[in-house]
């Protein structure tokens, strides 16, 4: 874990060996499912509802410090009460599990929407091909509400990278001019998968992922051009998780 003298509040940067969560719910999903990695949890003088989450740093011998001048150090908002500092960790993704796959995301909000999605509906892993938005950016794991600490996620520098150590994993890609369209009745009963999206701009490369696994799109109108990525995700993650009994 990083040393708390170590810490020096400032807005966040990538190349730091600590974050924050901004705000208290997902300051609380943190202390709940890994307070291993939490430092300190900061408190303004204006929040009101203390009592759950003071106890709960007690119960994990996590130090508490009310300090008004240091919101504005982190998070420039003023609608921020609380936030914790944790020191960034390393996943694995499990071999045995369904995962979704982000080839090179490049949208913080959809990346805590895709992280939600991930937890909720019963994949628990994530994998992200970089270069990609940062999954512990805290703008991510506030749109997750929390859940980036309820699931594995994991990075990987290139998709060959992440294939080398999934193989046994089925690969469904999601394109916009796939083959297949994914319905209720068309959805794949497999035990072993992976969803494969690509970055909101482009989508995944033709080039590469037109002769990987199975190709899938989801039905649209053509008064839009493409659905939002996380919406995508959401959709093509729940038919999968429905008919695979992951919910």
Known sequence: MTSMTNISLKQYRKEQDYSYTLGAYATIEMIQARPEIVEVVYIHSAYRDRSVLETLC???HIPVVQQDKAFAKVDRKENCFVFGVFSKYSDSLASDKPHILLVHPGDMG?????I??????GFGNLGIVTP?????????IRASMGALFRIQC???PSFESYRSQFGRHDLFTFMLRAATTLTPETCPVTELFTLVFGNEAAG?????????GTGLKIAQTSDVDSLNL???TGIGAYLFASKNKLI
């Open 58 to 60: 007690q119960q994990q």
């Open 154 to 156: 994991c990075s990987f």
């Open 204 to 212: 995944l490369d033709e080039e590469i992922f037109s002769n990987v």
């Open 132 to 140: 990609g938005a940062d999954h512990f950016h805290p703008k991510t």
């Open 110 to 114: 959809n990346l805590g929407t895709i």
């Open 116 to 121: 939600r999605i991930t937890a909720g509906l």
């Open 230 to 232: 996380s919406i995508a």
